[in-house]
Every structure is written in structure tokens, then in C-alpha cells.
């Protein structure tokens, strides 16, 4: 994992001397005050009040330089730090517990935002207390989210030579009254989400020729070789050996070989397998069916659902659950080359149907097909998520908020649903039915990749539907919030990293959701 350090301490915060120190303030509705956790912030507060020069609105910012009032002179319990943040974190009362945790993950943002705007490199957090929320989630949304904000992908930027460009923060401190066990393993839980995420971003910010199918292979070595995964790379033989004409076949317009990336986590003491695939496709031009120029240069993310499989991997390897969690990432590009697939072509996928190719920007799909397949068949698992940047369709429907769930399973569905909600990943559910698979039906093949204009979203569901059997199912269509997600101070322009979260919750809850069957 990354450098930023993260510590948990009892420390007094007036010793504090790094560059900037945070107090997190609460408006009490009531009585109409201002509430925060150090006696002196709390005495200027009311002054502040007064002069309306700080309200303590949900992430409201002010800025004190203490070293500048005490000019100098040695005042005994005052302030060390170069900088003090007094931020505000709005009203908590009567607020739920989701809603709570992603209050102080926006406070986390924020605070990254500030230490960039004065380039802070040591930070010391005062976290709240008494807010409604276990001090063990505070810590854990706390971590997340100023960890998540303090993301900058810098890899192909000039390198200035005086050092100048500010790159991130190299500590964090978390103060709090009493360091428990509980508030440790918070605030290491938040920042595996997070080192996950931003992972997954890394990945995603890379160009078309900058992560290949090789790199998402090479990058699922060094996770296996790290965290004892079991790595299985198949090549473009074996897809041929195997009779994966799905990704073969969109594979067909590229000079860059495809690869069927496996990672296997496997516990000794796992009674369920989880099964997660996830769109690798490095760049989608579209193949033939050609995508318009503008705005082309996005579809490098077309492999944001293999990034969030290979985040939640790592994060896995980390924590090490008690649950059999393997990912499975399909890649190539989908390119127009000479040997391209050609609308009308028919193509047989791994598990022996055939498909007609109506339309060969409906890629995503055909490489899904063959992953599906397989690992259902292999692996027999309890369980299987897909997430894949699938349709334009459900940035029509849902827009950059909600991530497009569909599933033959409710239970898992549902599992998934309060994840989501959980970690402020927010998921919609859409329906699945006959009428809708009846749209992919074909002339001349079983099915065909495309269900016509109208609901793209669920037709590309319905067809993935067929290669999973009865195995409990869902899928993310994440093309909306992949990247321009909602705006907020932890997720940066550019890619979210989003669906790392909410699998990794999904496998955080599991026991817990084990017992409740039992
Ligand atoms: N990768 C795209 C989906 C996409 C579109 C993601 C816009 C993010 C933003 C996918 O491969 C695709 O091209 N889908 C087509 C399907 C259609 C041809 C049936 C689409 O949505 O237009
Ligand atoms: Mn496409
Ligand atoms: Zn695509």
C-alpha cells in the first residue's frame, strides 16, 4: 500500500506543531450553538458566532494562523500547529447512521481540499465525538474520506525540478480521547477502502496505451505474488482451446493480445465462494460500429469495472476475510482493424450459444458472456457480481448518481443495495423479465447482442442473464458513475473508483448476513 501514514493517537492536539490542525464543529439545532470537543475552539466559537464569521454549516471552512496571533512568544497550552481548521459538519442530531458515516467521509474530503490549498503535508485530525455514530465508524469514514480526497494523478505531468508541486499528504493523525482497538481497526478499514479506491483510479486514469490487457495480467501478479492469491492468466491460445468467442472475437480488430485475468482468494475457513467479474475493456472505439469522435477519449475507461475487481482484491488481501472471493477480468480493446468483427457476424461464447452481431459497440457484453461462463462453471460459486461500464443507457436513466443494479437474485440484490447505501455508493435497482429477453431473441442465432432502442440497459442484463444459470446473480452498470460521478469533495474529477466500496462492504457484511440465514 501507499506512504500517507495514518495514526491514531491519545496525543494532546494543542502539541501538535505539523501544518495543520482540524476541529470539527456541530451545529446544535436547539438551543442554535455551536458545539466542538476543544474548551478554547469552543469559547471562540461563540464570539465567531456573534461576528457571523463562522456559522459551522456543513463544510464550512475557517482558516487560523495561531503561530501569527502569538507571535512567537511561548503561550503554555496553545496551539503548535502552523494552521488551525475549524470546519463545520452541519446538524447531526436525528440523522441515520448512513447518513452520519457520509457526513464525516465529505468532512474527510474537505479537509484533504484544505491541506492542498496550503500544501500541507502533516495533519492531525480532532475527530468528533458524541455525534450519533460508534467512534470506530468515525474513524473509519473519517480516514476514507480525507484519504480518497487526497488524490492526484501526477504520473504523466512534467516533473517540476524545484519540487514544488504539492503530492499529497505524508501523515495523518487522528486525535481522540481514548485509543481504543476498535477505533484502530476503524481507521485501518477506512483506509484499505481507500488506498482500494484510489487503486482502481490509478488504473483508470491510465490512457488506452498506458494499461493494456498486459497490465491489468501484470498487476494481478504483483497482487497474488503480495498477498498469497492464486493467479491464473489465460492467453489468447487458451481462449481459443477454451471456445471463449466472445472476447475472441471482439479481440479480432486489435494487434494488442487479450487476457483473461484470475485472482483466487482462498481462506482455509471459507464455506462460501464469491464470484466478481468486471469489464476490462481498455479502450472502446466501438470495432466497426464506430463511436463518434467527441468524446471518444473517455471510453479509456471502459475497464473501470476490471479496476474496481482489482481495488477490491487488494483490499481483500489486506483484510483477509473469511469468504472464497474470486475476480475474474476480461480485457482487450475493441478496435476496427481489418480482421475487426463485422456487424451480422455469428459468434458461439463459452458456454455454446450463439450470437448475432448486430451492433460491435455492444462489446462489453460479448467478453462478459465468456467470463460469466467460465467462472460459473469452474468455480460453482454461491454468489456472482459483474460491474462493467455497460450502456449509455443508464447515464439516460439514473444519470451520474446511481449505479444500475439488475439480478435474478433479490436476496443479493438487496445485499447489495444496502451496501451501496452504506458507503454512499448509491444503487437502482431495474427489472429483468421475459419481455425483455425476448428482445435479444434472433433469426439466425440464439440471441443476438443487441434488444433494439428502447431499455439498452436491461437487453444488455438479459443477455448476461444467460450465462449465469441459476446461480444467485447481480450486476452493476456503472457507466454513469464510474466517472463523473456526483460531485464531492472526496471524489475528485476523473474516475471514482466507485463499486470497490460497495463489493467491499458486500464482503464486510457477509457474516453477518451468513447468520441471519442460519
Ligand atoms: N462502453 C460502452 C458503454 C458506455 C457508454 C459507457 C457511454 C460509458 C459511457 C459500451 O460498450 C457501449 O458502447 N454500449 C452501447 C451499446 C449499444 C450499441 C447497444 C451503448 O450504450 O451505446
Ligand atoms: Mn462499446
Ligand atoms: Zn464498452
Known amino acids: 500500500m501507499e506512504l500517507t501514514k495514518l495514526i491514531v493517537t491519545e496525543k494532546k492536539a494543542e502539541q501538535f506543531s505539523g501544518d495543520l490542525l482540524v476541529y470539527c464543529v456541530e451545529q446544535i439545532k436547539k438551543n442554535k450553538a455551536l458545539k466542538c470537543n476543544n474548551p478554547m475552539v469552543q469559547s471562540w466559537l461563540e464570539q465567531l458566532g456573534s461576528m457571523g464569521e463562522f456559522s459551522g454549516k456543513e463544510g464550512e471552512c475557517l482558516l487560523l494562523y495561531p503561530q501569527v496571533d502569538r507571535k512567537g512568544t511561548d503561550v503554555p497550552g496553545f496551539f503548535s500547529a502552523k494552521r488551525l481548521l475549524l470546519l463545520g459538519l452541519g446538524e447531526l442530531e436525528e440523522k441515520g447512521v448512513d447518513e452520519l458515516r457520509e457526513r464525516c467521509r465529505q468532512a474527510g474530503g474537505v479537509v484533504a481540499q484544505q491541506a492542498a490549498k496550503v500544501k500541507a503535508v502533516k495533519l492531525m485530525i480532532c475527530l468528533p465525538e458524541s455525534i450519533g455514530l460508534r467512534a470506530k465508524a468515525v474513524a473509519e469514514c473519517f480516514s476514507e474520506g480525507v484519504l480518497l480526497g487526497d488524490y492526484r494523478f501526477l504520473k504523466y505531468k512534467k516533473k517540476d525540478p524545484k519540487g514544488e508541486t504539492y503530492l499529497g499528504l505524508v501523515e495523518i493523525r487522528l486525535g481522540v480521547l481514548a485509543a481504543t482497538d476498535a477505533i484502530h481497526k476503524g481507521a485501518r478499514q477506512g483506509q484499505i477502502a481507500a488506498f482500494a479506491g484510489r487503486e482502481a483510479r490509478n488504473m483508470a486514469n491510465e490512457p488506452g496505451n498506458g494499461w493494456t490487457p498486459s497490465h491489468f495480467a501484470a498487476h494481478a501478479r504483483m497482487l497474488a505474488k503480495k498477498y498469497s492469491l492464486k493467479c491464473t492468466v489465460l492467453e489468447k491460445d487458451d481462449m481459443e482451446r477454451l471456445g471463449m468467442g466472445g472476447i475472441l472475437a471482439v479481440n479480432q480488430g486489435s494487434t494488442e493480445p487479450p487476457r483473461m485475468v484470475i485472482l483466487d482468494y482462498r481462506p482455509i475457513n471459507a464455506s462460501q465462494i464469491l464470484l466478481v467479474v ?68 455469428i459468434i458461439t461464447h463459452y458456454n455454446g450459444l450463439t450470437s448475432e452481431i448486430v451492433n460491435t459497440d455492444a462489446e462489453g457484453r460479448l467478453i462478459l458472456a465468456d467470463a460469466l461462463a467460465y467462472g460459473v462453471e469452474k468455480f460453482k460459486p454461491d454468489y456472482v457480481v459483474d460491474l462493467a461500464t455497460l450502456t449509455g443507457a443508464v447515464i439516460v436513466g439514473l444519470g451520474h448518481h446511481r449505479t444500475g443494479v439488475l439480478g435474478n437474485s433479490d436476496e443479493l440484490v438487496g445485499r447489495l443495495l444496502a451496501a451501496g447505501e452504506r458507503c454512499a455508493e448509491p444503487l437502482w435497482r431495474l427489472p429483468l423479465g421475459k419481455e425483455y429477453t425476448k428482445q435479444i431473441e434472433s433469426q439466425v442465432a440464439d440471441i443476438k447482442n443487441t434488444g433494439g432502442k428502447s431499455a439498452g440497459t436491461i437487453t444488455a442484463a438479459a443477455y448476461l442473464e444467460k450465462f449465469v444459470g441459476e446461480t444467485p446473480w447481480a450486476h452493476l452498470d456503472i457507466a454513469g458513475t464510474a466517472w463523473e460521478f456526483t460531485e464531492k469533495s472526496y471524489i475528485p474529477k476523473g474516475p471514482s473508483g466507485t463499486g470497490v466500496r460497495t463489493l467491499l462492504e458486500l464482503v464486510r457484511r457477509w457474516k453477518m448476513e451468513e447468520k441471519k440465514e442460519g
Open 278 to 345: 468486471g469489464k476490462g475493456l481498455t479502450f472502446d472505439s466501438g470495432g466497426i460500429s464506430l463511436k463518434p469522435a467527441t468524446g471518444m477519449e473517455e471510453m479509456k475507461y471502459d475497464m473501470c469495472g476490471g479496476a474496481a475487481v482489482m481495488g477490491l482484491m487488494q483490499a481483500i488481501g489486506e483484510e483477509r476475510p473469511d469468504l472464497r472471493v474470486i475476480a475474474i477480468v476480461p480485457s482487450t480493446d475493441n478496435m476496427a482493424g481489418g480482421a475487426a468483427l463485422k456487424p451480422g457476424d
